[in-house]
């Protein structure tokens, strides 16, 4: 019997969270894997595609809602642009794409797990599916002769030899496939353009196809630890709510189900213990929630994870505008603080490299990381989480970690008021610094002087109290 826990959070009302029943796994092997994952903290996400080649958003451009965000090509006749957008595929040629260089770079910058968009919702697979030939494996794709033409194999065969924990990004709903969206009428938003009601074999075919996508992703691609299902409009219609509704678009006066039971229940056949992340998709199969492009701003009663862009796209677009090492740091920091992950996505380039933008601030996350990983890597949030400039953390050993963020511009102060009156005796040391530590207990906190050893630290200053307890 599943527990159910009731949350009431007006917080997450607030960033569309939707504070309703979060549904604990009462699988031994899941919950054990959902524990793995949190203790990870810290994940790379990878859009790339079709979208990749113009360097527009990914998919949306073929949708014909009208949302600012969806830019296209005025000059064409949405059809035209349709067509267009989909022939892409005959272009793409990543003749640089090499996943170690990746798998390298992000381990590197401190990350631990990975997930990589399989198949967006224009339906273009990244894997070498049997259910279709719109695939980076089909001959009419350049890349399809060269021998790591099987894109997502090479890069989870990459990722896993170092150690990273591996997602599958899949879309439920697939823009391309005449099942979800059929030729005899027009495509006037993101939901399936018929009413399955009258056409229940067309739906009944398209279970069938995501059925055995998903199937060969679990089957056919080593040790999966995280299915993450996107497109939360695909959904029984009795899910439907507040959240679903604040989106903007038409909710169709049918369900689209695709039987989440039968799925994850193959899939974890498959690959026991497999987080499933069907998001937004309150209930069994949504193991942990994902607020996106935001940091709630207190901690959440269940397992999460801000997925964010460094930049401001989710694929690749030349000009972007990437945020900084320091931004991207004290996000790290004030999400892990507050018991969360944090999924950070870059936008591979058409020819299968990094942007240098991302390059450079993966590295300079890795440079801080590589002195403050232990405050952030298998840590739990402590009370009181954030306070001012100061973020909490705790290790396994019951060590509390203190985190400093320094503004743009800050200089590194010769002292600081720790805001953590708990700490009475034991030692205290700034991570990166060799030098002993001075410090006074007072009654807000604890005062600490820093000295000119903490000069060459950037970004944030890591402050380690011993787990000694005093009276």
């Given at each position: 019997?599943?527990?159910?826990?009731?949350?009431?959070?007006?917080?997450?009302?607030?960033?569309?969270?939707?504070?309703?029943?979060?549904?604990?796994?009462?699988?031994?092997?899941?919950?054990?894997?959902?524990?793995?994952?949190?203790g990870k903290k810290f994940?790379?996400?990878?859009?790339?595609?079709?979208?990749?080649?113009?360097?527009?958003?990914?998919?949306?451009?073929?949708?014909?809602?009208?949302?600012?965000?969806?830019?296209?090509?005025?000059?064409?006749?949405?059809?035209?642009?349709?067509?267009?957008?989909?022939?892409?595929?005959?272009?793409?040629?990543?003749?640089?794409?090499?996943?170690?260089?990746?798998?390298?770079?992000?381990?590197?910058?401190?990350?631990?797990?990975?997930?990589?968009?399989?198949?967006?919702?224009?339906?273009?697979?990244?894997?070498?599916?049997?259910?279709?030939?719109?695939?980076?494996?089909?001959?009419?794709?350049?890349?399809?002769?060269?021998?790591?033409?099987?894109?997502?194999?090479?890069?989870?065969?990459?990722?896993?030899?170092?150690?990273?924990?591996?997602?599958?990004?899949?879309?439920?709903?697939?823009?391309?496939?005449?099942?979800?969206?059929?030729?005899?009428?027009?495509?006037?938003?993101?939901?399936?353009?018929?009413?399955?009601?009258?056409?229940?074999?067309?739906?009944?075919?398209?279970?069938?196809?995501?059925?055995?996508?998903?199937?060969?992703?679990?089957?056919?691609?080593?040790?999966?630890?995280?299915?993450?299902?996107?497109?939360?409009?695909?959904?029984?219609?009795?899910?439907?709510?507040?959240?679903?509704?604040?989106?903007?678009?038409?909710?169709?006066?049918?369900?689209?189900?695709?039987?989440?039971?039968?799925?994850?229940?193959?899939?974890?056949?498959?690959?026991?213990?497999?987080?499933?992340?069907?998001?937004?998709?309150?209930?069994?199969?949504?193991?942990?929630?994902?607020?996106?492009?935001?940091?709630?701003?207190?901690?959440?009663?269940?397992?999460?994870?801000?997925?964010?862009?460094?930049?401001?796209?989710?694929?690749?677009?030349?000009?972007?505008?990437?945020?900084?090492?320091?931004?991207?740091?004290?996000?790290?920091?004030?999400?892990?603080?507050?018991?969360?992950?944090?999924?950070l996505n870059v936008g591979?380039?058409?020819?299968?490299?990094?942007?240098?933008?991302?390059?450079?601030?993966?590295?300079?996350?890795?440079?801080?990381?590589?002195?403050?990983?232990?405050?952030?890597?298998?840590?739990?949030?402590?009370?009181?989480?954030?306070?001012?400039?100061?973020?909490?953390?705790?290790?396994?050993?019951?060590?509390?970690?203190?985190?400093?963020?320094?503004?743009?511009?800050?200089?590194?102060?010769s002292e600081l008021l720790?805001?953590?009156?708990?700490?009475?005796?034991?030692?205290?040391?700034?991570?990166?610094?060799?030098?002993?530590?001075?410090?006074?207990?007072?009654?807000?906190?604890?005062?600490?002087?820093?000295?000119?050893?903490?000069?060459?630290?950037?970004?944030?200053?890591?402050?380690?109290?011993?787990?000694?307890?005093?009276?």
């Amino acid at each position: 019997m599943k527990k159910v826990i009731v949350i009431i959070c007006f917080t997450c009302l607030a960033l569309n969270i939707c504070a309703q029943e979060y549904v604990p796994p009462s699988d031994v092997q899941v919950v054990r894997k959902l524990e793995q994952w949190s203790g990870k903290k810290f994940g790379l996400f990878m859009h790339w595609g079709i979208y990749s080649i113009p360097g527009i958003v990914e998919s949306w451009s073929i949708n014909s809602e009208d949302a600012s965000w969806i830019p296209r090509d005025s000059t064409l006749h949405y059809e035209e642009y349709k067509r267009w957008y989909f022939d892409l595929n005959k272009s793409f040629n990543p003749v640089n794409f090499n996943p170690e260089q990746w798998a390298n770079l992000a381990r590197k910058a401190g990350m631990r797990y990975v997930v990589f968009t399989t198949k967006h919702h224009d339906g273009f697979a990244m894997f070498d599916t049997r259910q279709s030939d719109y695939k980076v494996t089909a001959p009419e794709v350049p890349f399809s002769s060269h021998p790591r033409a099987n894109i997502t194999k090479e890069v989870f065969d990459a990722f896993r030899k170092r150690g990273f924990m591996i997602g599958a990004y899949f879309s439920k709903p697939d823009w391309h496939n005449e099942n979800y969206w059929w030729p005899r009428y027009a495509t006037p938003n993101r939901n399936n353009n018929y009413d399955i009601r009258l056409h229940p074999y067309r739906w009944e075919a398209f279970k069938t196809f995501t059925y055995l996508q998903i199937e060969e992703l679990m089957s056919d691609y080593g040790a999966i630890d995280v299915l993450w299902l996107d497109g939360g409009w695909v959904r029984p219609k009795a899910t439907v709510n507040e959240e679903v509704l604040s989106w903007g678009a038409p909710v169709p006066d049918w369900d689209q189900d695709i039987d989440m039971p039968k799925i994850a229940s193959m899939a974890r056949s498959r690959q026991p213990g497999l987080i499933i992340v069907d998001r937004t998709v309150h209930g069994p199969f949504e193991n942990y929630r994902t607020p996106e492009q935001r940091v709630p701003e207190k901690p959440l009663p269940f397992p999460w994870e801000t997925c964010m862009t460094m930049g401001e796209a989710w694929g690749y677009v030349p000009n972007d505008m990437y945020k900084s090492a320091r931004t991207l740091v004290h996000l790290l920091i004030d999400i892990v603080a507050k018991g969360g992950n944090f999924l950070l996505n870059v936008g591979p380039k058409p020819d299968g490299t990094f942007p240098e933008q991302a390059v450079q601030r993966l590295e300079e996350m890795g440079s801080w990381m590589a002195i403050n990983q232990e405050s952030i890597e298998d840590s739990y949030p402590i009370a009181p989480y954030r306070s001012g400039q100061f973020c909490f953390t705790q290790g396994k050993e019951g060590q509390v970690y203190a985190h400093y963020l320094l503004d743009e511009g800050e200089k590194n102060p010769s002292e600081l008021l720790i805001p953590y009156p708990a700490f009475h005796t034991g030692a205290i040391r700034l991570l990166g610094q060799p030098a002993p530590l001075k410090w006074k207990k007072e009654k807000e906190g604890i005062r600490v002087y820093p000295g000119k050893g903490s000069t060459a630290l950037r970004y944030a200053l890591v402050f380690e109290l011993s787990a000694k307890k005093g009276k």
